[in-house]
C-alpha cells in the first residue's frame, strides 16, 4: 500500500512565523503535490514537484515554498504566516498513472 | 466561471437509494476524470478513474462520462451509510498536466 505521511495533523502558529509542512511518501513516486483544501473553494494546487530538486508553481503559490532534496520527501514552507493561510493542507505523491495518494492532512490554524 | 463545477450539497438520501452525484467542466481538453472520497478528517482517496467518455462500473459504484455534454456523473446503488462522505470530481487533459478538482459534495447516507 502507498503510504503518504504528514508530519503534523494538527497545527496553530501566530501571524507572522515560518512554518515547515513535512510530506513523506514510501513508493519511490517522481511526482508530489501540495494543495490547500477550503470549504466552497475544493483543492487547490499551491506548488508541485517532478522530480528532485525541481518545483513548479501551481494556482496560488503566493506566500509559499517548497523544497524537494530527497525523492520522498516534499516540504512546504509559509515564510511568514498568515491568518488567510489558516486551512487544510494536503500533500499528495504519484507515479505515472493519474491516481494521486493523498496524505491524511494537517489543519493549520494561524491566529 | 471555474473550470470544473461541482454542488457542494448537502445531500442526504436514506439507506438504499441510489445516488447521484455530478460535475460540469468547461476545458474540452479534459481527457481523464476521476472521481475521489474523503472522509472526515481523512485525505481523498481514488474511487473511480474513467479515460474519455463511456461507463465504468465497479460494484456499486457507476462512473459516467459525457464529453459532448462536458458533464460526468458518479452512481451509488444501494447506499450504505459507510457511503456518507465528500465525493470530488476530479480531470485532467494529459497523464503529465495537472488535476483540476471540484469542490466537493457533502454526502450523507441515513440508516
Known amino acids: 500500500d502507498v503510504k503518504v505521511t504528514q508530519s503534523s495533523r494538527y497545527l496553530v502558529k501566530r501571524t507572522g512565523e515560518k512554518v515547515f509542512l513535512e510530506c513523506v511518501q514510501d513508493?519511490?513516486?517522481?511526482?508530489m503535490f501540495w494543495y490547500r483544501q477550503d470549504p466552497g473553494l475544493g483543492l487547490r494546487l499551491i506548488y508541485f514537484?517532478?522530480?528532485?530538486?525541481?518545483?513548479e508553481k501551481g494556482d496560488i503559490p503566493e506566500g509559499y515554498s517548497v523544497s524537494r532534496e530527497k525523492k520522498e520527501r516534499f516540504s512546504l514552507i509559509l515564510e511568514s504566516a498568515s491568518t488567510n493561510q489558516t486551512s487544510m493542507y494536503l500533500c499528495?505523491?504519484?507515479?505515472?498513472?493519474?491516481?494521486?495518494?493523498f496524505g491524511p492532512g494537517t489543519r493549520l490554524t494561524v491566529l | 466561471q471555474k473550470e470544473v463545477e461541482q454542488d457542494p450539497g448537502p445531500l442526504s438520501v436514506p439507506e438504499g437509494a441510489i445516488v447521484s452525484l455530478n460535475c460540469t467542466y468547461s476545458?474540452?481538453?479534459?481527457?481523464?476524470f476521476m472521481w475521489y472520497r474523503q472522509y472526515s478528517r481523512k485525505g481523498p482517496e481514488l474511487l473511480m478513474y474513467?479515460?474519455?467518455?463511456g461507463n465504468k462500473e465497479d460494484g456499486r459504484f457507476t462512473a459516467q462520462v459525457d464529453k459532448s455534454s462536458k458533464y460526468i456523473s458518479l452512481f451509488i446503488r444501494d447506499s450504505q451509510p459507510s457511503d456518507s462522505a465528500t465525493y470530488l470530481c476530479?480531470?485532467?487533459?494529459?497523464?503529465?498536466?495537472?488535476?483540476?478538482f471540484g469542490s466537493g459534495t457533502r454526502l450523507s447516507i441515513r440508516p
Open positions: 514537484s517532478y522530480d528532485v530538486k525541481m518545483k
Open positions: 513508493m519511490d513516486h517522481e511526482n
Open positions: 499528495a505523491s504519484m507515479s505515472g498513472t493519474e491516481e494521486q495518494f
Open positions: 476545458n474540452s481538453a479534459f481527457q481523464y
Open positions: 476530479a480531470m485532467s487533459g494529459s497523464s503529465a498536466s495537472k488535476i483540476i
Open positions: 474513467t479515460y474519455s467518455s
